[in-house]
């Protein structure tokens, strides 16, 4: 309009016309013709730009854009994980498929519904399964002098250091005495454990020394034990006394340790069966007692066990790594590398070369247990095996009598024979003997006694109880004797100077035998010389703690737990012992019972049966047994709430009928699933029609007239779902009805979905019974739906592997437009065995997620699915690599650094977040400067740091990573995913130490068994300098460079003056 306002006084024959409003008829005409050319222009300009994928900026058109090629918006997913209930005490119920259980909200956000996913048939007395924690006391005459420790029931039971206890045997072996060496009350376990006093202290060198001999001097002579039994030699050899300093005795031990922990993992890698009882024997408790020497050596010389201490001087190398006086930097300061302070400091990488050890353990995963109990491979002989829990059910079928019986006389039933210990008792009273020569009456006892007369009145010493006498010199020996009678006397004892006698209370007992029967050339002990102790108290003997570690596929439980079928889903927790060096790990599992078992040790005097649970693959982690929580009534659950609703009326007089899912909004997204289909994910919904269930089909278009199925449509945008039916020529109408429409869908879906454990606790469907809630393990895979940035890369996937497998690239395209995922890359790789097609994905949003969710077990499959069957698929989640970027920023005068600093953050996050980036895509620091520079405010920028932080995969890695972190680099690296076969050189030890395998399996992150496998070329355990050691041949994923927002400290800006 302004132009052509313009252009009217460039003519002289419109010179007259000097009006310029729109109230002139003529300018009126002008501004009509304006708004005409304004509309054609803007639909052409719309039609260029919103008809072209990548120009596209309205969702709606990328989403009718897609359709031109069928593809769909792919939906939020719903997050995945287990619900563990709890009954009250006695309840037992059927927990239906669909109870709902809400989460604790988080701050500003909304409790996310959870649904189980099928019945859960629950019981009070598997809301947690209790471990066996104690066993029968082995207490034998044979070894009860050799015991270290004993437990009493009772926590005030007054044992004091250096009180006598009497452990009986009955009539079969004489009793035995053993001192108190110190007592400690577990007052809310009501048990007192008691340290004994060892006859003669035992050496442990001399002990590891002992079991070394004898497990040389067994097994079979075979060639596959040569290496080892060489290695016992040599250990022997390490462990013969020859009289050196004690500051050796550690070198010595942990030399021999080694060399048989290298022997052990060498041979069990190369042997054979011949080797199997001997290795789990005799070889087993000489490493057991190796260890404990090193332990106790450890401990009483102050030192840290061998790989602490080489860790710490690995951290000193590769910290500074040049001797004083070489390479010295220009200012004198340091060597090496410097810690920015302007002195060295050799020790500032300990802890974090420290991680290495524990960095493999925490870093394993437990794998996923069968999706249902009806993929477990049942195994004939276990199931009816005499042991098997089964057994009873047939009694109770074919007697309906016995049903609960049999688990209820189990519980108690002695089957076991009696406990060989008869009883313990502490002999309360100490006394001194009397000469019977003071008796004046001079009696004397019947035959075959003796009389033992005792300082003292003493009340509690009873006939039928037994007297220890023990003589402290010449010769130290003690006899112990039984009281047949007990009489008190008044004794006079003769005054000096002529005085009265003095009475004095005296015990006299008349015992079976003699007891001042001293030693051979001791006669004539002194009576001062001897010491009494007497009166007998009984005490209760506790079982013995079971303080094995929870591991393998078998778990032994507290008594006889009845009900429990293969098939059911358990998740353990507790504190992790695989993590070495470390306490207060806790790790949880989810696994499935395979077999149940009903045991009892036959040997073990006094024992009662156990039920025993056999799990269907052993457990990744190892636990501290008494922190161990076996849940049992676990059940699998994903996010959504159930709706049902009515839909409408059928009119089989109207074609293509639709209806709206009311329940469905943008906040409340109809729920999807993962599955192993070409989207990766199927909807949960169904609809009937006159009560029967319809299909879905994802094209009306592709039906016949009488086929009855319904197509979905979603409209991401308004957030609506919509059910449509056919029109008689593409899919058969709908019967004609009233309200004979319905529908049951969920909704509630995405990222939010995934909870830490714990949070999932308040039960909104309480079936009678049920008390609580809760989620053992976190609820992972919940992912957003598409948004405009994805839908412009996942569009043109679907025109190239059109749901069928042949090249690479088509692997990676095809997980690439699957649900949830956010990015996916594929490439052919050998990992040390065969080729094969390796997956690399990333989750929509970057949420977490592992190998064994849902979500990527289900890529899997569907890989394997439409694939070539003859190729092996692999998926792995990418690795992260954090961007770090730490920078000063110049703000122009007529700005406020407060104001830019946020702008500037939210730029370098738009360029280096996850939305942003891809996987192997390297990071720039140019395209960083190019979008800080273009924020309103900012002068320039100047780049301290810019680095990115890797998965780092052993102590030199870590150092190096950290030590990266302090220059700009241009460019920071993203890798494809890769085979990474990393080789160690022995004789490269930073410490300047020899090379062993323990030494290379430490610095590497590996246990030494792992190592020895990872170079099956290897003869012996002994290292020649230049030798090539495979330390890694995994396969790597494709690395993520990202900047993340929830860490705050990997972007730093700082204002410039």
Same mark, same amino acid.
């Given at each position: 309009?302004?132009?052509?306002?313009?252009?009217?006084a460039?003519?002289?024959?419109?010179?007259?016309? %000097?009006a310029?409003?729109?109230?002139?008829?003529?300018?009126?005409?002008?501004?009509?013709?304006?708004v005409?050319?304004?509309?054609l222009?803007?639909?052409?300009?719309?039609?260029?730009q919103?008809?072209?994928?990548?120009?596209?900026?309205?969702?709606?058109?990328l989403v009718?854009?897609?359709?031109?090629?069928?593809?769909?918006?792919?939906?939020?997913?719903?997050?995945?994980?287990?619900?563990a209930?709890?009954?009250?005490?006695g309840?037992?119920?059927?927990?239906?498929?669909?109870?709902?259980?809400?989460?604790?909200?988080?701050?500003?956000?909304?409790?996310?519904?959870?649904e189980?996913?099928?019945?859960?048939?629950?019981?009070?007395?598997w809301?947690?399964?209790p471990?066996?924690?104690?066993?029968p006391?082995?207490?034998?005459?044979?070894?009860?002098?050799?015991?270290?420790?004993?437990?009493?029931?009772?926590s005030?039971?007054?044992?004091?250091?250096?009180?006598?206890?009497?452990?009986?045997?009955?009539?079969?072996h004489?009793p035995?005495?053993?001192?108190?060496a110190?007592?400690?009350?577990?007052?809310?376990?009501?048990?007192?454990?008691?340290?004994?006093?060892?006859?003669?202290?035992?050496?442990?060198?001399?002990?590891?020394?002992?079991?070394?001999?004898?497990a040389?001097?067994?097994?079979?002579?075979v060639?596959a034990? %040569?290496?080892?039994?060489?290695l016992?030699?040599?250990?022997?050899?390490?462990?013969?006394?020859?009289?050196?300093?004690?500051? @050796?005795?550690?070198?010595r031990?942990?030399?021999?340790?080694?060399?048989?922990?290298?022997?052990?993992a060498?041979t069990?890698?190369?042997?054979?069966?011949?080797?199997?009882?001997?290795?789990?024997?005799?070889?087993?408790?000489a490493?057991?007692?190796?260890?404990?020497?090193l332990?106790?050596?450890?401990?009483?010389?102050?030192?840290?066990?061998?790989?602490?201490?080489?860790?710490r001087?690995?951290? @000193?190398?590769l910290?500074?790594?040049?001797?004083?006086?070489?390479?010295?930097?220009?200012?004198?300061?340091?060597?090496?590398?410097e810690d920015?302070?302007?002195?060295?400091?050799?020790?500032?990488?300990?802890?974090l070369?420290?991680?290495?050890?524990?960095?493999?353990?925490?870093?394993?995963?437990?794998p996923?247990?069968?999706?249902?109990?009806r993929?477990?491979v049942?195994?004939?002989c276990?199931?009816?095996?005499?042991r098997?829990?089964?057994?009873?059910?047939?009694?109770?079928a074919?007697d309906?009598?016995?049903?609960?019986?049999?688990?209820?006389?189990?519980?108690?039933?002695?089957?076991a024979?009696? #406990?060989?210990?008869?009883?313990?008792?502490?002999?309360?009273?100490?006394?001194?003997p009397?000469?019977?020569?003071?008796?004046?009456?001079g009696?004397?006892?019947p035959?075959? %006694?003796?009389?033992?007369?005792?300082?003292?009145?003493?009340?509690?010493?009873?006939?039928g109880s037994?007297?220890?006498?023990?003589?402290?010199?010449?010769?130290?020996?003690?006899?112990?004797?039984?009281?047949?009678?007990v009489t008190q006397?008044r004794?006079?004892?003769?005054?000096?100077?002529?005085?009265p006698p003095?009475?004095?209370?005296?015990?006299r007992?008349?015992?079976?035998?003699?007891?001042?029967?001293?030693?051979?050339?001791?006669?004539?002990?002194?009576?001062?010389?001897i010491?009494?102790?007497?009166?007998?108290?009984?005490?209760a003997?506790?079982?013995?703690p079971?303080?094995?570690d929870?591991?393998?596929?078998?778990?032994?439980?507290?008594?006889?737990?009845?009900?429990?079928?293969?098939?059911?889903?358990?998740?353990?927790?507790?504190?992790?012992?695989?993590?070495?060096? /470390? /306490?207060?790990?806790?790790?949880?599992?989810?696994?499935?019972?395979a077999?149940?078992?009903?045991?009892?040790?036959?040997?073990?005097?006094?024992?009662?049966? @156990?039920?025993?649970l056999?799990?269907?693959?052993?457990?990744?982690?190892?636990?501290? #047994?008494d922190t161990?929580?076996v849940?049992?009534?676990?059940?699998?659950?994903?996010?959504?709430? /159930?709706?049902?609703?009515?839909?409408?009326?059928?009119?089989?007089?109207?074609?293509?009928?639709?209806?709206?899912?009311r329940?469905?909004?943008?906040?409340?997204?109809?729920?999807?699933?993962?599955a192993?289909?070409?989207?990766?994910?199927?909807?949960?919904l169904?609809v009937?029609?006159d009560g029967v269930?319809?299909?879905?089909?994802?094209?009306?278009?592709?039906?016949?007239?009488?086929?009855?199925?319904?197509?979905?449509d979603?409209?991401?945008?308004?957030?609506?779902?919509? !059910?449509?039916?056919?029109?008689?020529?593409?899919?058969?109408?709908?019967?004609?009805g009233?309200?004979?429409?319905?529908?049951?869908?969920?909704?509630?879906?995405?990222?939010?979905?995934?909870l830490?454990?714990?949070?999932?606790?308040?039960?909104?469907?309480?079936?009678?019974?049920?008390?609580?809630?809760t989620?053992?393990?976190?609820?992972?895979?919940?992912?957003?739906?598409?948004g405009p940035?994805?839908?412009r890369?996942?569009?043109?996937l679907?025109?190239r592997a059109?749901?069928?497998?042949l090249?690479?690239?088509?692997?990676?395209?095809?997980?690439r437009?699957?649900?949830?995922?956010?990015?996916?890359?594929?490439?052919?790789?050998?990992?040390? #065995?065969?080729?094969?097609v390796?997956v690399?994905v990333?989750?929509?949003g970057?949420v977490p997620?592992?190998?064994?969710d849902?979500?990527?077990?289900?890529l899997?499959?569907?890989?394997?699915?439409f694939?070539?069957?003859? !190729?092996?698929?692999?998926?792995?989640?990418?690795?992260?690599?954090?961007?770090?970027?730490?920078?000063?920023v110049?703000?122009?005068?007529?700005?406020?650094?407060?104001?830019?600093?946020?702008?500037?953050?939210?730029?370098?996050?738009?360029?280096?977040?996850f939305a942003?980036?891809?996987?192997a895509e390297p990071?720039?620091?140019?395209?960083?400067?190019?979008?800080?520079?273009?924020?309103?405010?900012?002068?320039?920028?100047d780049?301290?740091?810019?680095?990115?932080i890797?998965?780092?995969?052993?102590?030199?890695?870590?150092?190096d990573l950290?030590s990266?972190l #302090?220059?700009?680099?241009?460019?920071?690296?993203a890798?494809?995913?890769?085979?990474?076969?990393?080789?160690?050189?022995?004789?490269?030890?930073?410490?300047?130490?020899?090379?062993?395998?323990?030494?290379?399996?430490?610095?590497h992150?590996?246990?030494?068994?792992?190592?020895?496998?990872?170079n099956?070329g290897?003869?012996?355990?002994?290292?020649?300098p230049?030798?090539r050691?495979?330390?890694?041949?995994?396969?790597?994923?494709?690395?993520?460079?990202?900047?993340?927002?929830?860490?705050p400290? /990997?972007?730093?800006?700082?204002?410039?003056?």
């Amino acid at each position: 309009m302004a132009a052509m306002l313009e252009r009217l006084a460039a003519r002289p024959e419109l010179g007259r016309l %000097t009006a310029r409003t729109t109230d002139d008829p003529a300018i009126a005409l002008l501004d009509c013709w304006a708004v005409v050319a304004d509309v054609l222009t803007f639909y052409g300009e719309r039609h260029a730009q919103e008809g072209y994928l990548a120009t596209a900026v309205e969702a709606e058109s990328l989403v009718r854009l897609g359709r031109l090629v069928g593809h769909r918006p792919r939906p939020a997913l719903g997050a995945g994980g287990y619900l563990a209930y709890t009954l009250d005490p006695g309840a037992r119920t059927v927990v239906p498929a669909g109870s709902q259980a809400k989460s604790v909200p988080a701050q500003g956000g909304s409790p996310q519904t959870f649904e189980t996913s099928e019945d859960l048939t629950a019981d009070a007395a598997w809301n947690t399964l209790p471990v066996r924690m104690t066993a029968p006391p082995r207490l034998r005459a044979g070894t009860a002098a050799r015991l270290e420790r004993l437990a009493f029931t009772g926590s005030a039971l007054g044992l004091r250091p250096g009180d006598r206890l009497l452990l009986l045997f009955g009539t079969a072996h004489e009793p035995v005495v053993r001192v108190v060496a110190g007592a400690t009350a577990d007052y809310p376990a009501a048990l007192t454990a008691v340290d004994l006093v060892p006859d003669s202290p035992a050496d442990p060198a001399e002990t590891a020394r002992e079991a070394l001999l004898a497990a040389a001097l067994s097994g079979p002579r075979v060639p596959a034990a %040569t290496v080892l039994r060489a290695l016992l030699a040599a250990a022997l050899e390490r462990l013969a006394p020859d009289g050196g300093a004690a500051s @050796h005795a550690y070198g010595r031990v942990a030399d021999a340790a080694r060399l048989l922990a290298e022997g052990v993992a060498f041979t069990t890698a190369r042997g054979n069966a011949a080797l199997t009882g001997w290795l789990a024997g005799e070889v087993a408790d000489a490493v057991r007692a190796l260890r404990a020497a090193l332990s106790a050596v450890a401990a009483e010389q102050r030192r840290s066990l061998p790989e602490t201490e080489y860790l710490r001087a690995l951290a @000193h190398a590769l910290a500074c790594p040049c001797t004083e006086g070489e390479n010295e930097d220009a200012d004198g300061s340091g060597y090496g590398y410097e810690d920015g302070c302007g002195s060295p400091d050799c020790d500032r990488a300990t802890a974090l070369v420290a991680t290495a050890a524990v960095l493999p353990a925490l870093r394993r995963t437990p794998p996923r247990p069968p999706a249902a109990g009806r993929d477990l491979v049942p195994d004939p002989c276990e199931a009816w095996d005499p042991r098997s829990d089964a057994v009873p059910g047939l009694l109770a079928a074919a007697d309906p009598r016995l049903a609960g019986a049999v688990h209820r006389a189990w519980a108690t039933q002695r089957i076991a024979p009696p #406990r060989e210990n008869s009883g313990v008792q502490v002999l309360r009273v100490k006394a001194r003997p009397v000469d019977p020569a003071l008796d004046p009456q001079g009696a004397q006892p019947p035959a075959g %006694t003796e009389y033992l007369y005792l300082e003292g009145h003493f009340d509690t010493v009873l006939p039928g109880s037994r007297v220890l006498a023990e003589q402290a010199r010449p010769t130290p020996g003690s006899r112990l004797v039984g009281v047949l009678d007990v009489t008190q006397l008044r004794l006079p004892f003769p005054s000096p100077a002529g005085a009265p006698p003095v009475f004095v209370p005296v015990t006299r007992l008349t015992v079976d035998g003699p007891w001042h029967a001293a030693p051979e050339g001791d006669a004539g002990v002194p009576y001062g010389d001897i010491t009494v102790w007497a009166a007998g108290e009984d005490l209760a003997l506790a079982d013995d703690p079971v303080t094995e570690d929870v591991a393998g596929a078998r778990i032994e439980l507290a008594g006889v737990c009845p009900g429990l079928l293969p098939g059911r889903r358990l998740v353990v927790s507790g504190e992790r012992t695989d993590v070495p060096g /470390t /306490t207060g790990v806790r790790g949880s599992e989810p696994v499935m019972l395979a077999s149940v078992r009903q045991n009892v040790d036959a040997d073990a005097g006094g024992d009662t049966v @156990h039920t025993e649970l056999l799990l269907a693959a052993p457990l990744t982690y190892t636990y501290r #047994r008494d922190t161990v929580t076996v849940h049992g009534n676990v059940v699998p659950a994903t996010q959504g709430e /159930t709706r049902s609703e009515v839909l409408g009326s059928g009119d089989a007089s109207r074609g293509g009928q639709s209806f709206a899912l009311r329940g469905v909004t943008s906040s409340a997204p109809l729920t999807y699933l993962p599955a192993a289909t070409p989207d990766g994910a199927e909807p949960a919904l169904t609809v009937r029609v006159d009560g029967v269930r319809r299909p879905r089909t994802e094209d009306l278009s592709l039906l016949g007239p009488a086929d009855p199925a319904y197509a979905l449509d979603r409209d991401p945008g308004a957030g609506t779902a919509t !059910v449509a039916f056919g029109d008689g020529v593409h899919g058969a109408r709908l019967h004609s009805g009233v309200e004979n429409v319905t529908a049951v869908y969920r909704v509630g879906a995405g990222p939010d979905g995934n909870l830490p454990p714990g949070l999932i606790s308040q039960a909104v469907s309480r079936p009678l019974g049920v008390g609580s809630v809760t989620n053992p393990l976190a609820s992972t895979g919940g992912a957003a739906a598409d948004g405009p940035r994805d839908l412009r890369a996942v569009i043109p996937l679907r025109t190239r592997a059109l749901d069928r497998l042949l090249s690479v690239r088509d692997y990676g395209d095809f997980a690439r437009a699957r649900a949830g995922i956010g990015r996916a890359a594929a490439a052919r790789l050998f990992d040390g #065995r065969r080729e094969i097609v390796h997956v690399t994905v990333a989750a929509a949003g970057d949420v977490p997620v592992t190998a064994s969710d849902p979500l990527t077990a289900g890529l899997e499959a569907a890989l394997a699915d439409f694939g070539d069957p003859h !190729v092996p698929v692999r998926v792995d989640v990418r690795e992260l690599v954090l961007l770090v970027l730490s920078a000063g920023v110049k703000v122009l005068p007529d700005h406020s650094f407060e104001t830019v600093e946020p702008a500037v953050r939210a730029a370098v996050l738009g360029v280096l977040g996850f939305a942003a980036r891809d996987l192997a895509e390297p990071a720039r620091l140019s395209r960083v400067l190019a979008a800080a520079q273009a924020v309103p405010g900012v002068d320039h920028l100047d780049v301290d740091v810019f680095a990115g932080i890797g998965a780092a995969t052993d102590p030199l890695a870590l150092v190096d990573l950290v030590s990266g972190l #302090r220059g700009a680099a241009a460019t920071v690296e993203a890798l494809p995913a890769r085979a990474d076969p990393r080789v160690h050189v022995v004789g490269d030890d930073p410490t300047g130490a020899a090379d062993t395998l323990t030494s290379i399996a430490v610095r590497h992150g590996l246990r030494v068994e792992e190592l020895v496998a990872l170079n099956p070329g290897l003869r012996s355990p002994a290292l020649e300098p230049g030798r090539r050691l495979v330390v890694s041949v995994s396969v790597r994923p494709a690395q993520l460079a990202v900047m993340t927002p929830d860490l705050p400290q /990997t972007l730093i800006l700082r204002r410039l003056p």
